[in-house]
């Protein structure tokens, strides 16, 4: 999820809620494969103070996640926050308290630098209008994949690290199966809790 109107300064100042990222790796992957995934909450004063790491959870399931459809799920009111998989009263990922401090005080950022959410509520920037976004990404070099590991076929500071990566097709293009492969999605629900039915309460409850 990302912030709609970015009222408080570019990424990562306004915010951004992942509520589950996975590699396709192998089971055997050893950063985490199709059996694991990771929720975080993206926040600094600048793109260089991101604190994501104070905010960032990971679930390693039984089996490949792409056995099934999952339900990822993502609770949010003005007090906390919570991501899960399948059943929020079982299997909660991430945990976010917004009543004990602000995102500023959370980050140990110095008092003399400039805070972006001074005079809100402590669950700036978490307290804005966020949307979805659903996307399947290929390869990185931000260290998502670290060098070295599992036969990677290029590297972070490669400046042709995408040629590197088509260069290698032989490698891992037999492994693309069809829709064994593919990002499958069967439903997304969102609601107000307010707005949402008795049945609806009773169901998320």
Do not use: C
Request: charged share 20%; aromatic share 16%.
């Amino acid at each position: 999820m990302l912030p709609t109107n970015q009222e408080y300064g570019k990424w990562p100042a306004s915010g951004e809620i992942d509520i589950m990222e996975s590699r396709g790796n192998d089971v055997s992957y050893p950063n985490g494969g199709i059996d694991t995934f990771g929720s975080t909450l993206h926040w600094g004063t600048n793109w260089d103070t991101n604190q994501y790491q104070k905010t960032h959870k990971e679930y390693k399931y039984k089996e490949s996640l792409g056995k099934d459809f999952h339900t990822y799920g993502l609770y949010w009111s003005k007090d906390k926050l919570y991501t899960y998989l399948d059943d929020e009263t079982t299997t909660k990922v991430l945990e976010v308290d917004f009543t004990s401090e602000s995102f500023f005080t959370r980050g140990g950022y110095p008092s003399a630098m400039d805070n972006p959410w001074i005079n809100e509520d402590n669950s700036a920037p978490f307290n804005r209008e966020f949307h979805l976004i659903l996307n399947l990404a290929v390869g990185g070099t931000n260290a998502y994949f670290p060098d070295g590991v599992g036969g990677k076929p290029w590297t972070n500071a490669d400046s042709h690290s995408v040629n590197a990566f088509w260069n290698a097709k032989g490698a891992w293009y037999n492994t693309w199966q069809g829709e064994d492969a593919a990002l499958q999605i069967d439903w997304i629900k969102v609601w107000s809790f307010d707005d949402a039915t008795t049945e609806e309460k009773a169901t998320f409850l």
